[in-house]
């Protein structure tokens, strides 16, 4: 009786049902006819030259003699050691025009992600607050995300550099921690508007990261949307840009 987990190997190496079981049935037998191996495996007599025809072109078996014309297994040793020397030169030139597409497909500049709920905006925040190795830059426009990410800001804090800077100078008394109040160009560019000036949303929340990721949060029509990119290729220069302009802000202590 045929081993089906047999079969199945071999055809895990590209043979048929039936060139697999004429395989196994002469490796098995050693030598037999045609008519042999029909009677063995049950294959169609039309079918049985076509399948020993395909092995032997395939280098699997040798045939000898006439009438009848005897089949015989190619050595296995010889037979897998040829079938392994094809596998690894056919995977190394799958292998390298793979990398040549890979280095032919310009890899995108930057991945920009669109954050449409607010859950999902709320995690992205507080991970890249929790994942942040040297810097967080953050601008923030709302008391109410000054509330909300309050704690995670403060913690952030104690690992990392963290400038925090505020849209108007009475958010301060929220601030969790030491904040900041931006320069001319930052106020009119981010927070700050023409009167009349047709602007689209409004900023209420811009965070970055290491000057390598960020996110963005505004609002228009009353609805809020967010934009995480990365790699940000203009954080680096619009953090550096920011640290220069900001100054600290001085919060007046109220007497108890």
Not at 130 to 148: G, V
Request: glycine share 6%.
């Amino acid at each position: 009786m045929i081993d089906d987990s047999l079969l199945l190997q071999l055809k895990g190496i590209g043979m048929s049902e039936y060139e697999a079981k004429v395989y196994v049935t002469l490796s098995a037998l050693r030598v037999a006819s045609a008519r042999e191996i029909h009677e063995q495996t049950k294959i169609p007599r039309g079918r049985i030259y076509e399948t020993l025809t395909s092995l032997a072109q395939k280098g699997f078996i040798v045939s000898s003699g006439k009438s009848p014309v005897r089949y015989s297994p190619v050595d296995v040793v010889e037979t897998f050691e040829r079938l392994k020397r094809k596998s690894v030169t056919s995977l190394e030139e799958l292998y390298r025009r793979l990398k040549d597409l890979e280095t032919e497909t310009p890899e995108p500049l930057m991945q920009g992600y669109k954050l449409c709920t607010e859950w999902t905006r709320d995690n992205q925040i507080r991970m890249m607050l929790r994942r942040a190795k040297s810097e967080i830059i953050l601008l923030c426009n709302d008391e109410e995300s000054l509330a909300r990410y309050g704690g995670d800001i403060s913690r952030a804090a104690k690992r990392v550099f963290v400038y925090l800077v505020l849209g108007r100078k009475e958010l301060a008394e929220r601030a969790p921690i030491k904040c900041y109040l931006g320069g001319s160009d930052i106020e009119s560019s981010l927070f700050r508007h023409e009167e009349g000036e047709n602007i689209g949303p409004s900023m209420k929340l811009l965070l970055m990261a290491d000057r390598r990721e960020s996110l963005s949060v505004m609002e228009e029509n009353g609805r809020l949307a967010g934009i995480f990119i990365y790699p940000d290729i203009y954080a680096g220069y619009l953090s550096r840009k920011i640290v220069q302009e900001i100054q600290p802000v001085e919060r007046v202590r109220r007497d108890a």
